[in-house]
C-alpha cells in the first residue's frame, strides 16, 4: 500500500487543534456578552429618576464654572432661576477668565428672569498649580456658596438646561434615599448625524465602566457620577476632604464620587430627560476630540491598559459581526449570537434617546471609532497635550 493515501497523524492533530481554536474564538465574544447582559448589573436598562414623593424644603445653592461659555450660560442661569423650588434656589458662577462676554452673559439671562438678586457671578483668581481649571472654579464657587448655609450645593455646568421641576424631584428623591450625592446624567444632544451615530454609545460604554446599580450598592466599590448634575450634601463634601482632595483629577465626577463613598457617603446616578445638554457636536472629529480628552486619563496613563482596552474592544464588539460571516459553521452561529445580544443590550439607550432602532446596528462601527479616539488620547498624551481644553493642557506627561 503506497503510505501516501494514508492518513498524516501530525496533520489530523492539527486539524483538530485548529477546530478546538476556532471554538473557543466563537466562544469569548458570546461569553463576554452573556456576562455584561446577565452579571454586569443591569446596565443597560436606562434608570431614570422616579417623581418626587413629597415636597422639598432644601436650600439649594448652584455653583456653576465657565470659561468661554457666552453662547449657553444665560439659558442655563435662566433655567437654574425659574427651578420651581419651595427655598428659592440661588446661583453662583465661577467665571473662569472668559473672553467672550461670559459674565455679562449670565448677569443678562437673570435680570430677564428676576432673579438678578440670586446670582452671584465671581471673577476667578488665576488658576494654582496642582488644580484642574474646573476644580479650581468650582472651589471658589464652593467657599461662596458657605454664607447661605444651603441643605445641597449642584454642581452643573454652563451649557445644560434644566426643567423647572428638576431640582426639585432631585432634591426630594436625595433627601427620601437619605442620599450624599445625588447625580443626574443628563439628556446629551442627538441633533445631528454624528451625535446620533456616538452619543447614545458614549453614555452606554459610561455605564458599562460604572453600572448605576453597583455605583448604589455599599457592598459595590464602584464609584461614579456625571458632572452635568451633581446635588451633594456639604457635610459629604467635607468628610471626603473637599474638592482639594481630587484637585489634579482630570475625570472630577467619578473622582468626586469614588471620594464620597470612600468616606463613607451613599449614592445615586441615573438618567433624566428634565436636564439636557446645549452643546451641539456638529462633526465626528468634534466628538473624537471629546472622547480623546479623558480617554487615556481613564487608563491611568498605562499603555498596559491601553493595549488590553483595545483587544477588549476589538473582541468585544467588532470581531461578532466579522466572524459571523466566516464560513466557519459554529465560528459563525456563536459570533451572530453575540451580535444579537449586543444590539439587545445596547437598544434600550437607542430607545431612551428616540432615534432609530436601526441605529443600534452601528455598535461595532461606533467602536471602532472609540477605540481610534482612545489610542489617539494616548498619542496626545505623550505629546504633552493631554486632557485640552478651553486652552488649557490639563493632563500633560511629566517632563512633556
Given at each position: 500500500?503506497?503510505?501516501?493515501?494514508?492518513?498524516?497523524?501530525?496533520?489530523?492533530?492539527?486539524?483538530?487543534?485548529?477546530?478546538i481554536?476556532?471554538?473557543?474564538?466563537?466562544?469569548?465574544?458570546?461569553?463576554i456578552?452573556?456576562?455584561?447582559?446577565?452579571?454586569?448589573?443591569r446596565?443597560?436598562?436606562?434608570?431614570?429618576?422616579?417623581?418626587p414623593?413629597?415636597?422639598?424644603?432644601?436650600?439649594?445653592?448652584?455653583?456653576v464654572?465657565?470659561?468661554?461659555?457666552?453662547?449657553?450660560?444665560?439659558?442655563?442661569?435662566?433655567?437654574?432661576?425659574?427651578?420651581?423650588?419651595?427655598?428659592?434656589?440661588?446661583v453662583?458662577?465661577?467665571?473662569?477668565g472668559?473672553?467672550?462676554?461670559?459674565?455679562?452673559?449670565?448677569?443678562?439671562?437673570?435680570?430677564?428672569?428676576?432673579?438678578?438678586?440670586?446670582?452671584?457671578?465671581?471673577?476667578?483668581?488665576?488658576?494654582q498649580?496642582?488644580?484642574?481649571?474646573?476644580l479650581w472654579?468650582?472651589?471658589?464657587?464652593?467657599a461662596?456658596?458657605?454664607?447661605?448655609?444651603?441643605?445641597?450645593?449642584?454642581?452643573?455646568?454652563?451649557?445644560?438646561?434644566?426643567?423647572?421641576?428638576?431640582?426639585?424631584?432631585?432634591?426630594?428623591?436625595a433627601?427620601?434615599?437619605?442620599?450624599?450625592?445625588?447625580?443626574?446624567?443628563?439628556?446629551?444632544?442627538?441633533?445631528t448625524?454624528?451625535?446620533?451615530?456616538?452619543i447614545?454609545?458614549?453614555?452606554?460604554?459610561?455605564f458599562?465602566l460604572?453600572?448605576?446599580?453597583?455605583?448604589?450598592?455599599?457592598?459595590?466599590?464602584?464609584?461614579?457620577?456625571?458632572?452635568?448634575?451633581?446635588?451633594?450634601?456639604?457635610?459629604?463634601?467635607e468628610?471626603?476632604?473637599?474638592l482639594?482632595?481630587i484637585?489634579?483629577?482630570i475625570?472630577?465626577?467619578?473622582?468626586?464620587?469614588?471620594?464620597v463613598?470612600?468616606?463613607?457617603?451613599?449614592?445615586?446616578?441615573?438618567l433624566?430627560?428634565?436636564?439636557?445638554?446645549?452643546?451641539?457636536?456638529?462633526?465626528?472629529?468634534e466628538?473624537?476630540?471629546m472622547?480623546?480628552r479623558?480617554?487615556?486619563?481613564?487608563?491611568?496613563?498605562?499603555?498596559?491598559?491601553?493595549?488590553?482596552?483595545?483587544?477588549?474592544?476589538?473582541?468585544?464588539?467588532?470581531?461578532?459581526p466579522l466572524?459571523?460571516?466566516?464560513?466557519?459553521?459554529?465560528?459563525?452561529?456563536c459570533?451572530?449570537?453575540?451580535?444579537?445580544?449586543?444590539?439587545?443590550?445596547?437598544?434600550?439607550?437607542?430607545?431612551?434617546?428616540?432615534?432609530?432602532?436601526?441605529?443600534?446596528?452601528?455598535?461595532?462601527?461606533?467602536?471602532?471609532?472609540?477605540?481610534?479616539?482612545?489610542l489617539?488620547?494616548a498619542?496626545?498624551?505623550?505629546?504633552?497635550?493631554?486632557?485640552?481644553?478651553?486652552?488649557?493642557?490639563?493632563?500633560?506627561?511629566?517632563?512633556?
Open positions: 500500500m503506497c503510505g501516501g493515501l494514508g492518513h498524516d497523524p501530525a496533520q489530523d492533530s492539527l486539524r483538530i487543534e485548529a477546530v481554536l476556532i471554538d473557543i474564538l466563537a466562544a469569548v465574544p458570546l461569553a456578552w452573556l456576562y455584561l447582559l446577565l452579571l454586569r448589573g446596565f443597560w436598562l436606562p434608570r431614570e429618576l422616579a417623581p414623593s413629597r415636597e422639598t424644603r432644601a436650600r439649594v445653592v448652584a455653583v464654572p465657565a470659561r468661554n461659555e457666552a453662547a449657553t450660560i444665560g439659558r442655563a442661569v435662566r433655567s437654574l432661576l425659574e427651578q420651581q423650588l419651595p427655598v428659592a434656589l440661588r453662583i458662577v465661577v467665571d473662569d472668559s473672553t467672550d462676554g461670559t459674565a455679562e452673559a449670565a448677569r443678562a439671562a437673570a435680570a430677564a428672569a428676576g432673579g438678578s438678586e440670586r446670582l452671584t457671578v465671581l471673577t476667578g483668581a488665576p488658576l498649580q496642582g488644580w484642574t481649571g474646573k472654579a468650582m472651589s471658589q464657587g464652593v461662596a456658596a458657605t454664607q447661605f448655609r444651603p441643605d445641597y450645593l449642584l454642581f452643573t455646568d454652563a451649557d445644560i438646561e434644566h426643567e423647572r421641576r428638576t431640582l426639585a424631584a432631585l432634591a426630594a428623591f433627601e427620601a434615599h437619605r442620599l450624599d450625592l445625588t447625580s443626574l446624567m443628563v439628556r446629551l444632544s442627538t441633533a448625524f454624528a451625535e446620533r451615530c456616538l447614545p454609545a458614549f453614555v452606554f460604554f459610561f458599562k460604572y453600572p448605576p446599580r453597583w455605583i448604589a450598592s455599599p457592598r459595590s466599590g464602584v464609584a461614579g457620577a456625571a458632572g452635568g448634575c451633581i446635588l451633594i450634601r456639604p457635610a459629604a463634601l468628610r471626603a476632604g473637599g482639594a482632595a484637585r489634579g483629577r475625570i472630577d465626577d467619578c473622582a468626586l464620587a469614588a471620594a463613598k470612600g468616606s463613607g457617603g451613599s449614592l445615586w446616578l441615573g433624566t430627560r428634565t436636564a439636557r445638554s446645549l452643546r451641539v457636536y456638529g462633526s465626528f472629529g466628538i473624537g476630540a472622547i480623546s479623558t480617554a487615556f486619563n481613564q487608563l491611568r496613563h498605562s499603555w498596559w491598559r491601553l493595549a488590553a482596552a483595545l483587544l477588549g474592544l476589538l473582541v468585544t464588539y467588532v470581531a461578532p466572524l459571523a460571516w466566516s464560513g466557519q459553521p459554529a465560528l459563525a452561529a459570533a451572530a449570537a453575540a451580535w444579537v445580544l449586543m444590539t439587545l443590550c445596547y437598544l434600550p439607550m437607542v430607545r431612551f434617546y428616540r432615534i432609530a432602532p436601526l441605529y443600534a446596528l452601528l455598535l461595532p462601527a461606533v467602536a471602532l471609532f472609540y477605540a481610534g479616539a482612545t489617539h488620547s498619542v496626545r498624551y505623550a505629546l504633552g497635550r493631554g486632557g485640552q481644553w478651553k486652552g488649557r493642557a490639563q493632563d500633560a506627561r511629566a517632563g512633556a
